[in-house]
């Protein structure tokens, strides 16, 4: 082993063959899903749809794009039901979940209906625009979006994620204490800490920093609460202020944005070589050609992948010095690294490309190494 003062405990074959299997089930719904869109639009399936659309919608544009839409939901989850339940089953494989087979099956009622009525809601909008401004719909689309996402990101902790979990305001007054002198060190206030019902259907620990103005607040697992020292939670509680501090969600909607600029220029551009050289359609505003906007951001998105990933790395490296610059001892927060991985099956040592392209988070070996380098170099 190259590390010479600490050698993480390596993965075990079994995080091994979970973290692989999941990988592979990840891509295979995005090749499913890619391979549908091509599908579609190659076969000319995408133009029978949407006739079949507008007879079923007495003729009305909206009315017809709504069913449109629906149909292609309902084309869409049918193809990926078969991986959807395979990667329910794996968590149990693995004794990762206790979800019973029935609240599985109610949390993909739910997630369907969610999906309906925002994407409906969102490409009905998006068409309006493409009929009001022909020529800069994209622009006015990417500023309409962008409006969305700021919204959406205040409204989620609020409106989104209840639907699918419980969350309570965390009572414990020790932890809410350590909280409060973490925030006033920081120079600021978080507006609440909630515990997050996750047992019901996972094993896995978590956290995260959500929300946005009178919505933000950080959000702690039960799963996390019962099995970790208060020490332990104060250093992920200090790791999340630091994700506010640096104000990382603004950051990653600025990111968003630029993604999303390229991305509606990316799709103007790929409709109109779509109607000219193609003739594939005939004007921008039929909706039949929503597979080819739809393939050119899952293209866009999965080629930035690796930017992305790399920029969010970069932000949990961030937030991690300054939860040990803030917390008393570099102790606590790798052993609650440690226990992370030990209770999410997460691999430690994932191989440097597959850390590089689809890793959100550092490798918690690297996290940890970071931690006992900041620990020895603040040693006095
Ligand atoms: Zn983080």
Do not use: C
């Amino acid at each position: 082993m190259a590390s010479p003062s600490n050698v993480a405990p390596s993965d075990s074959p079994e995080a091994r063959k979970y973290n692989k299997i999941r990988r592979r089930v990840g891509m295979s719904e995005f090749l499913l899903g890619l391979g549908l869109l091509v599908v579609l639009l190659l076969t000319g399936w995408t133009a029978w749809l949407r006739d079949l659309a507008w007879h079923a919608g007495s003729q009305s544009y909206a009315f017809a794009l709504f069913i449109y839409v629906l149909i292609l939901l309902a084309i869409s989850k049918a193809v990926g039901l078969a991986l959807d339940y395979y990667g329910f089953r794996l968590e149990h494989v693995y004794q990762l979940s206790n979800q019973k087979l029935r609240a599985w099956i109610w949390d993909e009622i739910k997630g369907l209906l969610v999906t309906a009525v925002l994407g409906a809601a969102l490409v009905e909008l998006l068409y309006l625009i493409i009929r009001e401004f022909p020529e800069q719909w994209w622009l006015v689309a990417w500023i309409g979006f962008l409006g969305i996402a700021v919204l959406m990101a205040q409204l989620a902790p609020v409106v989104l994620f209840p639907i699918f979990y419980k969350f309570e305001p965390l009572h414990d007054e020790d932890l809410k204490l350590r909280l409060v002198r973490l925030g006033e060190r920081a120079g600021t206030r978080i507006r609440g800490v909630y515990k997050w019902h996750l047992s019901e259907k996972s094993k896995k620990a978590n956290a995260a920093l959500t929300g946005l103005g009178a919505t933000r607040r950080i959000i702690l697992a039960d799963t996390l609460l019962d099995n970790y020292s208060p020490d332990e939670i104060e250093a992920v509680l200090a790791h999340e202020l630091g994700h506010h501090v640096h104000r990382h969600i603004l950051k990653s909607i600025g990111v968003q944005a630029v993604v999303t600029f390229i991305g509606f220029w990316a799709a103007n551009w790929t409709l109109h070589y779509a109607i000219n050289r193609w003739h594939m359609f005939e004007t921008l505003s039929d909706f039949a050609n929503l597979p080819l906007l739809v393939l050119t951001f899952t293209v866009l998105s999965f080629v930035l992948m690796p930017a992305l990933n790399g920029l969010s790395r970069f932000h949990e490296r961030q937030a991690d010095r300054y939860a040990l610059a803030n917390i008393s001892g570099a102790g606590p927060f790798i052993s609650s690294m440690n226990k992370l991985a030990e209770q999410n099956l997460a691999e430690r040592t994932p191989s440097r490309w597959i850390e590089w392209w689809f890793h959100s988070h550092p490798a918690i070996a690297r996290r940890v190494a970071a931690a006992e380098a900041w620990k020895k170099a603040n040693a006095t």
